[in-house]
């Protein structure tokens, strides 16, 4: 089982929250969650309120291999975690 950082899709048409969860790769985008590790408001005002994540619990996932989406990876470069090239 290949573990990958995805975002989950959740709110309403036109005003999209996500939470970012570690999940099996093969379970579909709003599927089955192993962990739920923060999450993203892209339409928040406030640059402080757009973003929370629990860096100690993906920094763990990442030691173990779990690779994160593409999407996921720019938010964490963002955020300062480090991530797999």
Do not use: C
């Not at 005002?45 to 860096?55: A, G, I, M, T």
């Amino acid at each position: 089982m290949s573990v990958k950082l995805r975002l989950k899709r959740f709110g309403r048409r036109h005003r999209s929250f996500f939470r970012l969860n570690a999940m099996d790769g093969r379970a579909p985008r709003d599927g089955k969650v192993i962990e739920e590790l923060g999450w993203y408001d892209p339409n928040a005002k406030q640059h402080d309120k757009q973003v929370s994540l629990n860096r100690e619990r993906i920094e763990y996932w990442l030691s173990v291999g779990a690779e994160p989406s593409e999407t996921v990876r720019d938010l964490l470069r963002k955020q300062g975690i480090a991530s797999a090239p």
